[in-house]
């Protein structure tokens, strides 16, 4: 990929400064291939994260796991906002419940968040 910078093309990836790695485990199995379709639970999952900040990378790591390259230029990312996130995740859930983990690269670190 190229990307411009300063008006000369750089050769990279360029992402915005704040960037967080994300990883969404759901209780059920909501993320299998077939649903990553228009409207599909991974569809509405990406929806829902784009309300706080920019998706910016996806990978499935299995039927309930899926790890997200997340951009909040915005600010500071929090543990409040990954509740936030959470309660919205649980309420487009057919079945089950969700949980969120901040990570540094793919490997995700510390305790995953509850909703209060």
């Known amino acids: 990929m190229v990307a411009k910078v300063n008006g000369n093309p750089e050769q990279g990836v360029w992402f915005e400064r ?9 209780d059920a199995t909501d993320f299998e291939v077939a649903d990553f379709d228009v409207n599909g639970i991974v569809d509405q999952v990406v929806r829902v994260m784009q309300t706080r900040g920019t998706v910016l990378g996806i990978s499935r790591e299995s039927d309930t796991v899926l790890h997200l390259v997340y951009g909040h230029a915005g600010g500071e990312f929090t543990v409040a906002i990954l509740d936030e996130l959470k309660a919205e995740l649980d309420a487009i859930a057919d079945t089950g419940t969700f949980s969120l983990v901040l990570g540094t690269g793919w490997t995700t670190f510390g305790s995953e968040t509850t909703s209060s």
Not at 18 to 26: A, K, P, R, Y
């Open 18 to 26: 704040d960037v967080s790695f994300v990883e969404i485990t759901s």
